[in-house]
């Protein structure tokens, strides 16, 4: 059995369980949002709340569990001067251009807790997007914010950040990946592994 969702004391936001490697819905396409299909806004803040509560900057509906095309960020924690306000909300984006040289830099996953790698991204992104309101925006996007947008965004592709690593650099990392699967990995937010990690 995962982890059931959870609801915060002081109100009805829901707080979801983090969907670990392993689970299939963190390596297939997300669908995209028909409008009216769902009460949006409810899962916004839940998904919110949810990145709060484990400490994260950005997430993506396939790491609750939800097969559809919408991640949120808030990369203030950063403490970047760039990244101060960048609160934003991504319904169905669309990836229109990557440009830039690439550049390294350490990430980690909520997905994939106890592990972080360098992995090189471009610099430069323009992407096209639906808010919360169903406005329709083409923005681009430079630097660390371009980066959080990337991560997120290769989530709805059904690609993880390791994906980007050599072969060397996976061997090097694969029993903390078989811990993962195993479901013998520790995170310090609610998280819900594959069933073979619950036997």
Request: charged share 25%; glycine share 8%; aromatic share 8%.
């Amino acid at each position: 059995m995962g982890i059931l969702p959870t609801f915060a004391a002081n109100c009805s936001i829901m707080i979801y369980p983090i969907v670990a490697l392993g689970i299939p819905v963190l390596k297939e396409r997300a669908a995209d949002i028909a409008p009216g299909s769902i009460d949006l806004k409810t899962l916004i803040s839940d998904m919110f709340e949810t990145m709060y509560n484990a400490s994260g900057v950005g997430l993506a509906a396939p790491q609750i569990g939800k097969g559809i095309r919408l991640f949120v960020i808030d990369a203030e924690p950063m403490d970047e001067e760039l990244l101060k306000g960048a609160k934003m909300v991504f319904v169905n984006p669309q990836m229109l251009d990557e440009e830039g040289d690439k550049w390294p830099y350490e990430e980690g996953c909520l997905s994939l807790p106890g592990i972080r790698e360098e992995v090189k991204r471009p610099e430069r992104i323009t992407l096209r997007y639906e808010d919360e309101n169903g406005q329709q925006h083409t923005q681009t996007f430079d630097g660390m914010l371009a980066r959080v947008i990337q991560h997120e965004y290769d989530h709805l592709e059904g690609k993880l950040f390791i994906d980007y690593l050599s072969p060397f650099r996976k061997k090097l990392i694969q029993n903390r990946i078989s811990d993962i699967l195993k479901g013998k990995a520790k995170a310090e937010y609610p998280i819900r592994f594959a069933p073979q990690g619950r036997r």
